[in-house]
């Protein structure tokens, strides 16, 4: 859009380009910065244009895109055009993410490449290596405490190293997904190290007081991450003399992005990974971006701004590079981070799936569907050119984050069913046998998270240690009958690394002193090469989840109407142990899919005629896509044997 203040801005900045900038031939650049000036403009306005420095603010921001962009290697451009051309590219079916620790996957990053064979062998096609880069010796939260955000920690590997995998992920078509940190970083981090020396511009990058008037304001409102290690959201520095906002753990310090120069850091930090070859970057704890007294400090409306501001920028470098938005808040709020209004997402193009993946637990510790239904009904339209990151487990707690409100229209009491969640997966209920244990448990509000291994919080731990086959039945079922929902929902499924080998709970964490207090490292598995070697050994636990949901990856990739463009219908039935939807390709909307769900431990039974008043009919000529068979019928009725899936279809796809 062409409007006269951003516009003169803009010519002004051309003009004082620094002359390195200038001498070189960036035809795309300016293009896309033509295109994108207006909103990218509009956006550092409202955030910063009260400040005296707003305008050399504003050449510095440019600079440093143009800087990103001359840098951006040939390959990687080329990139960048082709996807322009073939936009919805990421909403294909043939996309299958897995999320790793790089040390415990495989060691290292050369350890990483030498197994990419296996990623192959299963049919992923997308890797998120997690944090990886400098963090502290002991404590990092996972690496999420970064100290240096442009070198990888030496433990992992090294630039070259991750180079050199991305040439192999290129080359076998993988995908690679990398964190930006962009809350916080470690109190060790330079900036955090040079504030507390007293350096002004530094102490200008995070929130920092010296006394405790504004932190007790704040504190009014701000709930607690870590209620049981690190209670509070600020924390005394000795040697800065001031008290620091951390959100989440003590020695994270949380950047002020009401600062420019902060916002311009960070952003320079995406692009430099987008430059290493990500084509995907997690942007972490983003529904945190902005603080303002009086509230949660949560879901701001800056925060969105400074995501969309991100995203503007980001097309004008690199605008093959996707984002993901790590944002585990409320479902009414989750959807925002794709941005509001508008077709293509504004701020992320990605965003985790957190409400599927805790109604998902709901329905397997209920044995029906009944939340799950309700919260999916509940949950609104993504934008078109969006998508969800739907997942099980992942390398963080469960939080039962669904709406109370739907809890309420199923006739549970929110505490209640709350409370037998937790017991159910904290062991704490008679008749589970799932082993995890609670996390984050805040005695002040009742609140609780789930920590536990995929396998161990179906019950398959518990059903090894007892040798009873019928449980270990049970569990691999529940871990398929997972991964069938993900595959299928519409979105790109997110495996989690172990679990396609039946990895149980990993208690070694209680004797390191650095994460013993944090149970979410039960769930952070070494991999046993050994262990996964018994994916070839028919009979074995890993064989047969290994080769089903091999079977299921490649059956997904082949299914045209899971792709993801808003083409689900959820499907109202009588049955509250079955969750029934239907998948159409939007093209030919004959080739329906219906996924049918069967939570319980019973056979259940379906109606075939509420398949036929959605559009088209269901016959008796039904095929699973999955198995290839016919299911069973009796009486006009579809049989879903327990805890069973189908992907349904008569059309012969
Ligand atoms: C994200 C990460 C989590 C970490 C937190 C703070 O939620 O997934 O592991 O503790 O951010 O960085």
Request: glycine residues 6%.
């Amino acid at each position: 859009m062409y409007e006269q203040v951003s516009h003169s801005l803009l010519n002004d900045i051309l003009l004082n380009l620094d002359p390195k900038i200038k001498q070189q031939n960036i035809r795309y650049f300016y293009t896309r910065l033509g295109a994108n000036f207006y909103a990218i403009h509009s956006l550092f306005e409202t955030l910063y244009g009260h400040r005296d420095d707003f305008k050399e603010q504003a050449q510095c921001l440019v600079e440093t895109m143009a800087k990103r962009y001359i840098e951006r290697d040939n390959d990687l451009k080329h990139t960048d055009l082709e996807r322009e051309k073939d936009h919805n590219w990421f909403l294909s079916q043939k996309w299958v993410g897995m999320a790793l620790y790089p040390d415990g996957f495989a060691h290292n990053l050369p350890g990483l490449k030498s197994k990419l064979h296996y990623f192959q062998e299963l049919g992923v096609n997308m890797v998120h290596i997690m944090p990886m880069l400098q963090c502290p010796q002991g404590e990092s939260d996972g690496g999420y405490a970064v100290s240096d955000f442009k070198h990888i920690d030496e433990r992992i590997g090294s630039m070259e190293e991750l180079a050199e995998l991305n040439t192999e992920l290129k080359k076998r078509e993988i995908l690679l997904v990398l964190d930006v940190v962009v809350n916080h970083t470690s109190n060790e981090h330079e900036w955090a190290q040079k504030a507390r020396a007293g350096d002004a511009k530094y102490q200008a990058y995070y929130y920092l007081f010296n006394n405790r008037e504004v932190p007790d304001m704040f504190e009014e409102t701000m709930p607690e991450i870590f209620p049981e290690t690190a209670p509070g959201n600020f924390t005394w520095d000795e040697d800065a003399q001031h008290w620091a906002m951390t959100v989440f753990n003590e020695y994270q310090w949380d950047l002020n992005y009401s600062n420019p120069a902060v916002f311009i850091e960070m952003l320079d930090i995406i692009l430099f990974w987008s430059n290493q070859g990500a084509d995907i970057v997690r942007l972490d704890a983003v529904a945190f971006l902005w603080k303002k007294i009086g509230s949660t400090c949560q879901n701001e409306r800056e925060a969105h701004l400074l995501l969309q501001l991100f995203k503007d920028c980001c097309q004008v470098v690199a605008p093959g590079v996707l984002f993901i938005a790590e944002a585990i808040v409320a479902p009414v709020e989750i959807i925002k981070y794709f941005g509001e209004d508008a077709i293509n997402a504004k701020e992320c193009e990605i965003a985790y799936n957190a409400t599927l993946m805790a109604l998902l637990w709901d329905a397997i510790a209920t044995k029906n569907a009944k939340l799950l239904y309700q919260g999916i009904k509940s949950l609104p339209d993504k934008l078109e050119r969006a998508t969800w990151l739907n997942y099980v487990r992942c390398h963080d707690d469960i939080g039962l984050g669904f709406d109370d409100n739907d809890i309420v229209a199923v006739n549970y009491q929110p505490y209640e069913h709350r409370k037998f969640i937790l017991d159910y997966y904290s062991g704490a209920y008679g008749d589970s046998d799932a082993r995890g244990c609670l996390f984050g448990h805040n005695p002040k509000t009742g609140d609780a998270r789930i920590s536990g291994s995929l396998g161990s919080l179906v019950g398959l731990e518990t059903a090894l240690e007892l040798n009873d086959e019928v449980k270990i039945d049970i569990s691999i079922k529940r871990i398929l009958l997972l991964h069938s929902l993900i595959l299928s929902f519409g979105g790109i499924p997110l495996l989690y690394y172990g679990d396609e080998v039946g990895t149980l709970n990993d208690p070694s964490y209680l004797e390191d002193e650095g994460k013993a207090d944090d149970s979410r490292w039960m769930h952070r598995p070494r991999i046993d090469w050994d262990k996964a070697e018994r994916r070839y050994q028919n009979g074995t636990v890993e064989y047969r989840i290994f080769t089903a949901l091999k079977k299921m990856i490649a059956v997904r990739k082949e299914i045209g109407s899971f792709a993801d463009f808003n083409n689900r219908r959820l499907i109202q039935i009588e049955n509250p142990h079955l969750l029934v939807f239907s998948r159409f390709d939007i093209q030919h909307h004959a080739s329906h899919v219906w996924v049918v769900v069967n939570f319980d431990a019973r056979p259940q039974y379906l109606d075939l005629s509420i398949l036929e008043i959605h559009g088209t009919h269901a016959s008796a000529h039904l095929k699973d896509l999955y198995s290839g068979d016919s299911p069973a019928l009796f009486n006009q009725q579809l049989v879903i044997p327990p805890y069973h899936f189908y992907w349904l279809t008569n059309s012969g796809l």
